[in-house]
């Protein structure tokens, strides 16, 4: 398997084998045994058609669903069997959905909040770390509106800060511009970037924008359940290439 | 912001639903204290009363409706011979509709018992004679009847002379129609009858003394029984019914009460599964999820509580002073059972938010967000 940087002994924040997730008791097969690696400070890109699992795959990593069968590893330790898969979603990771999934009674400040009651923060502490964060998106001007107040670009900005409310180290995110204009698009893409470069956050973006996927240290190409190909910018041609 | 923002957030982003859960819990707890508070003042005011003329020991029957059943006058000779008796009277007492009042006590004493004495004239005179064709009414049970001196009451089929108007200085004496026994046995047509022997004991007569009379008025009287004035109440028929009713009546508010705020609750984790999916998914425990259902329907179960002891607390003051039931009670509003009420309140909606709050912790993030 061709690997460029970085390089293959970099230690992996995730590792899955043979993963498999059914529906429906078995009739859907939404994925047929996926392996994947993604190491430190990788910024991993998913495309693939419609249907082909990658919001199942980046729920399973995100344990917000348990697979069907097969290991999933985050930093050696499996995710299906965590004794505690809320601190792993409060602290390890931030997630980050194309429909944004702000609470809609309470205001930008707030939903910034809302993950920081599983830290050991104090109230103040609380506020004055999310309007940091709200700041640092560009939203210092905003706390006191509510969500259906802001445009959709907006919005997102407000799922990334809260995605990042408890400083994780890895950003999932599942097509976070799939339901934003161009502009708006470039901007979430800028920040998500940006936390990637800056922070050394390992982004794994689900995304069917070849543009997007151009810029990643790897694109992965998904169909019908199963990994069809990796691609990394130094060897651009389809690795299922005979 | 707080944890208990996000509770109140909750409960505030449906006022309707919240307003009419809150209406149902209040009017289950306002029954409870309303009907609660009228047992317990009931039991109250009949202690009060036996306190005031001094009455130690009561001898009934054991059977009988509201009131225990008649028995031979001639019983009480033979209870007055017993060792440890200061002293004995008799009396025929029965609630019953007298005119315009649904529920009156008509009380004859037997003449010249102890009885008579802490009546104190306010109007008019005392009764002549054994046999005079008289009563005299309460202050209250006057007022609820609406007679003065000089009218007449119907008993059974009776007119009898209202001669005078007494303060007993319990509510129940101030509730009655009092006349002598003599009369009451003639008119209802039970001569040589009784369904009460009052006795005053021996002072200094100890716990064992009451016992052994007890047991002593058992051998005389075997279908009957004699009680201490303590505990006269608890034993007394009508308001082991009047209990059982309050308490009954009671428990199905409660149980409304609760269908109410579990419905509401459920209602709540229905439509906002994709909230609380939300909430799981960037990483709230599912305690916390659990927690925040429970503190909601708690904080409904307070707040229901509250507004229902002020309704129930408020609906007895009015009903105390409607004319029909005057003087009937004294409803008992002691912060014992207005605290205890409100206790409920919360405690069911502890108990409504369990189910709600287990489910909401059950639901998978990833298909709580899709929906
Ligand atoms: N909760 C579910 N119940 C049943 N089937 C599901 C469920 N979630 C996903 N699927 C099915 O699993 C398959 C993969 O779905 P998934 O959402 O992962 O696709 P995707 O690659 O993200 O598609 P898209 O690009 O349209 O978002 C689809 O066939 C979908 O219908
Ligand atoms: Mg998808």
New interface residues.
Partial sequence: MAENAPSASTPSVYEARGLKKEFDGGKVAALRGVDLDVREGEFVAITGPSGCGKSTLLQLLGSLALPSEGSLKFRGRSIPDMPDPAHYRSHDIGFVFQAFHLLPTFTVLENVQIPMFEGGLTKSQRRDRAAELLESVGLGHRLTHFPSELSGGERQRVAIARGLANGPSVVLADEPTGNLDSANAEQILDLLLKLHRDRKVTLVLVTHDLGIAGLATRTIRMKDGRVVSETSPSTPSPANHP | ???F??VT?GLM?RPVRTGLTLAGISIGIAAVVALVGMAWGYEKSIGKQLDVIGIDMIVSNMGGGIMPKVFDANVEEKVASLPKIKETTSLLMQLISVEDAPMIMVSGRKWGGFTWHQLKVVEGRMIKDEHEPAVVLGRLAAEVLKKKIGDTVLLDSEELNVVGIVDGGSVVENGAIILSLAVMQRVTLNEGKVNFIDIRLQPGTDKNGVTETAAEIKKIFPEGRAVKASEVVGTSQGFRVAQAMSWSTSILAIAVGILGVMNTMLMTVFERTH?I??????????Q?VMLMVLFESALLGLLGGILGVLLGAAGLLILETTPAIKGMLEPDLSPKLLITSVLIAVVVGLISGLYPAWRSSRL????A?QS
């Fill in positions: 912001m707080t944890f923002t996000i957030r982003r909230e999916g939300i909430l799981l998914a960037v990483g709230w425990r599912k916390r998978s993030p990833a298909v967000i």
